[in-house]
Every structure is written in C-alpha cells, then in structure tokens.
C-alpha cells in the first residue's frame, strides 16, 4: 500500500515533536506536528514570520548561524538549546509547558527550494525532564550528601580549571581530631551534626571560587586559587582557631591542618603528598594546629 499525499501529510502532521521548516533568509515557512501538548506551545502562529521579529536578538542570530551551518556543510546537525514560551512572540504561553525548557534540535538540510529559498527542516525534542534527571544524577555523584560538599571525584574532576594560570595556590588537607570519639560518646547522628557544623563554619570563611571537598570521613581538602604563602598560613590559622571557638554543643571540635603551595606547574598529587604529610606531623605534635610545607 502506498500512502497518498494527503495521507503522509497527515501523519506528519500528527507527529508529537515539531518540525519547523526555516528559510535561508530567517523565515519560519512552515510549522508541523507539536501535537504534544504537555511538551510544547502552539507553533502553528509563526509561520510567515520572521525569526528577528518573533526571538530574542541573540537567539535568532543563534539559529540563523546553525540554519546556516547546515545548508553549508549539507549535514545534519544536532545542537541543544533553552527557551522559553515566553520569549517567543506571537504564541499563546498559557497553554504547554512554562518556564524554560531545553530541547535538542536536529536540524537538516532539504533538497528544494521554498520560494526561491534553500531551507532547513529543524526537528525540536524538548529534552528538559533528561536533562534535569541527568543535572540530578551528576550532582549526587559529586556531591556529599551528609555536608553538600562536593566530594573527591569533583576535586579532581575540577581542580585543574580552577588553577589555570601562572599563579600559585593554597592548599589545605584537614581532619577533625579524635572524631572517632565523638561517634562513640555521643553516637553517630551527633557525629554527623558535628560534621555539619564544621562543614558550614569553614565553608564561611571561603571566598566564592575557593574549592572545599569532603574527601572521606572526616577529612577534608580546600584549594584556594591565586594564594601566596602568607595568605595561606592566615587562612588555615583562621579556620583552625573557628573550628575551636564553635559551641560545645553537645561536643566541642578542633581540627588539624596541613598546608603547601601548589605551584602552576605541579602535578596536584605531589601537592596533595605534601599536604598529607604535614597533616600528620600536625597531629604527632599534639593536634589542634597547622603545620606547614614550604613549596619546592
């Protein structure tokens, strides 16, 4: 059996993601399917209009560059994006999904001509519910549940980025002394409490792009970009001397650190050996303290 022409029309016109046929020269020919109506506004009110005048400046000279790019290179292209029903004149934003949402766009080249026109079929799939789901699932594998955190896998997953350039940074190893009495005095939910505590009193004296990871337990690393050596010391004096003036309640904490320079050039392991290091000459000498390691 062979479709008739109307027929196939039909069915693509019935189809749940929209396909926008969009010319050269930045016009919506033609709107088809969207006819799930939880995933995507009424696009059938653009056809004839211009992308200019219906988009955000910047969006339209965006889509206009991939419409483009695509009649160039005679490719499919699949790109993602966000917009919001509200940004998009001439539609009507009460009905479908509010707020902005984010779609992936496959966006192919077509054989005729539309008045004259090359243009492109742009097939939308609204993608917000993946990506949220997989925004939800990144974030739990970096993050430590107990304290919010970011965890060892984002340390060094990140650290790299955060030390670009020729500057030297701080880093600092920590561990909360005799925490093991804690759990076992006061019980492990009072341990965690305490890990909270400490978690929120250091993460106060942090600027905003210094990165404060719980690496296991209770201990804990902070890289501090563009950090010279008396700034360092300053900070890790500071937060030990926080962490010692937090309330007894029910227990009182003091920590233990160990500090070094991280040079533009080192390997962030040797740095961390360092730090490890003199974390531990910290606690041999009675704990409660820093000990620092001179860079190399």
Known sequence: MTLSVSQLYEVIAQLPDPVFILSEDGYYVEYIGGTELQSYQDGNPLAGKQLADVLPAEMAQWVMGQVGQSLASGQVRVVEYELAATEVGGIETTVGPQGVQRFEGKIAPLPS???GKRAVAWVTRNITRQFELQ???QRQSETDQLTGLYNRRYFFDHCQQLRA???????????IDHFKQINDRYGHQQGDLA????SGCIDALLRADDLFVRSGGEEFLILLPRQDEAALLQMGEQIRAAVAALPADPVGMTVSLGTTLVLPDEEINQALARADEWLYRAKRAGRNRVAHCPAP
């Open 195 to 198: 890990l909270q505590r400490f």
């Open 113 to 115: 001509l539309y008045d």
């Open 135 to 137: 925004q939800r699932l």
């Open 165 to 175: 350039g020729e500057a030297p940074c701080g880093l600092i190893m920590l561990d």
